[in-house]
């Protein structure tokens, strides 16, 4: 799928359709900036907006809720743009032996982070009481994979500071750190994907690299008893793509091809930013992909998922 400005496209070879939401509330279009992909279920925002919404567009099933109010140091917050983001995930409740779904929300503010917890099933908000021992970068791309949320961090107490990759855990409510292929490495330019629903991928464009290229690398299938390996799938020449931070994309492992999503200005029309598709294929070929959809919503970056339907309740 992809978002383009407040609404969600269906997209394969050719573009489908789109899905939108009414507010059962104001009985308007729901404008959707943010969206977060977990089992099927979409996890919609809208900056400026107090409301969210947990939705199937599957079974057409959707929970909406109210932003909390949160208060730090004197202001109150409670939207979800700048420095709040909320990410979605699921446990296995001990009684019902049912998955069920939380969210996250992370609230950064003078180079603070806290975390809160919303339960689905209790309908409430609490304050989380552990906090990763490193900076969360919630301006990049997070996935969600197996029930934990994946990010990448930042560890500022070494000399140099490291890249780091972060999962949540949603059953212990705890953070753990994942290895990434060059564990000492500073990147330019990073984003995150899933392949197929049981394995991550890293895009990233190390600094000290003598050639601008960017690498994708594919994991093993993640599982909680076993260390997380890499190979590397793909090598492009970074500067013919112009990708940015935040760049979506998504990988076909056994093609060994990556179809990314960037913005960037079109020849014909410099007055506004365009979505590009861009395969990367083996022996380091770029193609442009055929679509190109005008985007007047400046601050955020197109976001391109794999979406695989699911008939899960929310719960």
């Known amino acids: 799928m992809l ?9 394969s070879v050719e573009l489908k359709g789109e899905l939108g939401l009414l507010d059962p509330l104001h009985s308007v279009q729901f404008k959707i900036t943010h969206v977060f992909h977990c089992d099927g279920l979409l996890l919609c925002t809208y900056e400026g907006y107090h409301r969210l919404v947990v939705w199937n567009p599957c079974t057409g099933q959707t929970k909406w809720l109210n932003h909390p109010v949160s208060r730090y140091k004197g202001y109150i917050t409670y939207t979800p743009g700048g420095n709040i983001t909320y990410t979605l995930g699921c446990y296995q409740d001990k009684k019902s032996h049912n998955s069920s ?5 992370l609230v950064e503010w003078e180079k603070n982070q806290r975390f809160e917890i919303y339960e689905i099933k209790s309908d409430s908000w609490r304050i989380l009481d552990v906090t990763p021992d490193c900076i969360l970068m919630y301006n990049h791309s997070s996935v969600s994979l197996k029930g934990k949320t994946y990010w990448f961090a930042l560890d500022e107490k070494e000399l140099d500071p490291i890249v780091l990759l972060v999962s949540f855990d949603y059953t212990t409510e705890r953070f753990a750190r994942v290895c990434l292929p060059n564990p000492y490495g500073i990147y330019r330019i990073m984003s995150l994907s899933v ?3 049981e394995k991550l991928s890293v895009l990233l464009r190390r600094r000290d690299a003598l050639e601008s290229e960017i690498e994708i690398w594919v994991s093993n299938p993640i599982d ?7 190979s590397k799938i793909l090598v492009g020449d970074e500067p013919r793509l112009g990708l940015c931070r935040g760049t979506s994309f998504l990988v076909d492992e056994e093609k060994k091809i990556a179809l990314c999503c960037d913005r960037g200005i079109c020849n014909q029309d410099t007055t506004k930013d365009y979505f590009f598709l861009y395969i990367i294929g083996e022996d380091n070929e770029l193609t442009q992909g055929d679509f190109r959809a ?14 695989v339907p699911s008939l899960v309740q929310i719960q």
Not at 294 to 307: A, D, E, G, I, V
Request: net charge positive; hydrophobic share 35%.
């Open 101 to 105: 779904y939380k969210i996250l929300r």
């Open 294 to 307: 005008s985007s007047t919503w400046q601050l955020h970056s197109p976001l391109l998922f794999n979406y």
């Open 195 to 197: 392949v197929r629903e």
């Open 224 to 230: 909680e008893h076993k260390v997380v390996s890499w």
């Open 3 to 11: 978002k383009n400005e407040y609404r969600i496209r269906s997209l």
